[in-house]
């Protein structure tokens, strides 16, 4: 019981209920979190940072302390920090695996800064998250767009094809290439054919996979295959979005071990010089739990969403998802007149409510605890009884050109003019309404009439404001 002094009080009775479990069936503590409970126990005067210095619990206090001896240092780590990021390398099977407390952003900037210098070609998906764009911007490069088709059912991207990836390999000599693999509505390209496509020519493949940290646990129950298993070269996770992990907490996987220590010093740039080790402890933790629990908890929740699939199928409710690669925990269910009331009154918050769509996020946590799965299922023939919305087809034109880098963009001076005054002119802001925070437009891109009348549309439906910064 020593172990457990104070966690009732320093920590969810989510992480609580989990963490027990886990020392309850005889397995080892984690040894960040050991640590830091050590720390915690200890009758300390701190005069250091942080301002609380442990003193209020409701703030998980003494649970936030610095780099204090014991707790080794994640820009230099070399003792129990060390040895929980190859933890967590060892159960994913990589090389090597860095901490991030600055979601998986920071990772995905990092990784193109290392792999990529001014006026190297890089790959990128249209619908890339903006952090793609600021780590060009960061590093100078030019981005080759991968032109993806647009499915108008899902109203969304598709991801991209092997044989267009070739085909802009054989025009272009191509540096790196940035993939997302699976995107936020859950679709997933052939990572490991992209992967050999560009292995082939020595181009390094960096993968943003902040929504799959829980791949490696479904091969067996239908979801995606991971970038880690198909061997590509840095792969960024977001382990709070799908794992028991903290908001912010993420990590990056390396495949390649000789591009570790340009990685290592790229983050260092990047990550804050105060990291959380309430974050890092999560991490660990996450890690841990998933290696022990992630199989069995992701069957259980497949059997839990054949239910909702099926149920909503009976009722009409389907919403008829293309014929992809697909992580199934991403549910989604056409908006109805007086949708977001109806859940809301059941205590259901969605994650997204988007036009037509409605996407619901489903996790290990809901196979843990099953009332909120239950909970939507039981309000499905209410949702059906609803009228349905208008659908309004707002199909996006082509790529806007490129004409300089988003780095060259982003460093001239601009002006902020109202979309209609854009049309001509050169784009110096992202553009990347969140959720999902996928780009509209990038820093560099021209902007002809179909462009403008499209923004101008998305400005009608309150996705983006009505001012563009251009220069």
């Known amino acids: 019981m020593a172990g457990r002094i104070g966690k009732a009080n320093c920590l969810s009775p989510f992480l609580l209920c989990i963490i027990e479990e886990i020392e309850e069936k005889g397995q080892s503590v984690m040894e960040l979190r050991e640590h830091m409970e050590q720390l915690s126990r200890k009758d300390r005067f701190p005069f250091h940072m942080p301002g609380h210095k442990g003193r209020f619990p409701s703030l998980f206090g003494k649970f936030d302390p610095t780099e204090l001896p014991g707790l080794d240092n994640l820009h230099c780590s070399r003792d129990v920090l060390r040895r929980a990021q190859n933890l967590v390398a060892d159960i994913y099977g990589a090389a090597k695996t860095y901490f991030l407390v600055n979601g998986s952003s920071v990772g995905i900037m990092a990784a193109i800064s290392a792999l990529a210098r001014p006026g190297d070609c890089v790959l990128v998906q249209r619908n890339c998250h903006k952090s793609v764009l600021a780590g060009l911007i960061h590093s100078g490069a030019m981005p080759v767009w991968i032109e993806q088709p647009f499915c108008p059912r899902l109203r969304h991207w598709l991801p991209p094809a092997p044989a267009e990836v070739s085909k802009l390999i054989a025009a272009k000599s191509i540096k790196a290439a940035v993939f997302t693999n699976p995107d936020?509505?859950?679709?997933?390209?052939?990572?490991?054919?992209?992967?050999?496509?560009?292995?082939?020519?020595?181009?390094?493949?960096?993968?943003?996979?902040?929504?799959?940290?829980?791949?490696?646990?479904?091969?067996?129950?239908?979801?995606?295959?991971?970038?880690?298993?198909?061997?590509?070269?840095?792969?960024?996770?977001?382990?709070?979005?799908?794992?028991?992990?903290?908001?912010?907490?993420?990590?990056?996987h390396i495949n390649d071990a000789?591009?570790?220590?340009?990685?290592?010093?790229?983050?260092?740039?990047?990550?804050?010089?105060?990291?959380?080790?309430?974050?890092?402890?999560?991490?660990?933790?996450?890690?841990?739990?998933?290696?022990?629990?992630?199989?069995?908890?992701?069957?259980?929740?497949?059997?839990?969403?054949?239910?909702?699939?099926?149920?909503?199928?009976?009722?009409?409710?389907?919403?008829?998802?293309?014929?992809?690669?697909?992580?199934?925990?991403?549910?989604?269910?056409?908006?109805?007149?007086?949708?977001?009331?109806?859940?809301?009154?059941?205590?259901?918050?969605?994650?997204?409510?988007?036009?037509?769509?409605?996407l619901f996020m489903l996790t290990m946590a809901d196979a843990l605890e099953t009332k909120g799965i239950a909970a939507l299922y039981r309000i499905l023939p209410l949702i059906a009884s609803l009228p349905g919305r208008p659908v309004v087809e707002i199909a996006p034109p082509p790529l806007p050109r490129q004409e300089i880098t988003p780095r060259e963009a982003w460093l001239r001076p601009g002006e902020i003019v109202p979309l209609h005054k854009a049309l001509g002119r050169i784009a110096r802001q992202v553009l990347a309404p969140y959720p999902p925070g996928t780009m509209v437009i990038g820093p560099g891109q021209r902007l002809e009439q179909e462009h403008v009348q499209y923004l101008q549309k998305l400005h009608a439906k309150k996705v983006i404001p009505q001012w563009l910064e251009v220069i």
């Open 184 to 252: 936020y509505f859950g679709l997933a390209p052939d990572i490991a054919g992209l992967a050999d496509i560009c292995q082939r020519e020595k181009i390094a493949v960096i993968v943003d996979e902040a929504h799959g940290a829980h791949l490696a646990w479904g091969q067996d129950c239908g979801l995606p295959k991971s970038a880690v298993t198909a061997g590509c070269s840095v792969v960024v996770q977001s382990p709070h979005k799908t794992l028991p992990a903290l908001t912010q907490a993420a990590w990056m």
């Open 258 to 358: 000789a591009l570790a220590e340009g990685l290592q010093e790229t983050l260092n740039i990047f990550h804050t010089t105060s990291p959380s080790y309430l974050l890092l402890s999560s991490l660990e933790f996450a890690g841990t739990w998933a290696n022990a629990h992630g199989t069995a908890m992701l069957r259980r929740l497949n059997m839990l969403a054949k239910a909702l699939y099926l149920r909503s199928r009976q009722l009409d409710l389907d919403f008829r998802q293309p014929a992809y690669n697909r992580d199934w925990t991403k549910f989604l269910l056409p908006n109805r007149r007086g949708l977001v009331k109806l859940l809301y009154s059941q205590g259901i918050y969605p994650e997204l409510v988007q036009g037509d769509k409605v």
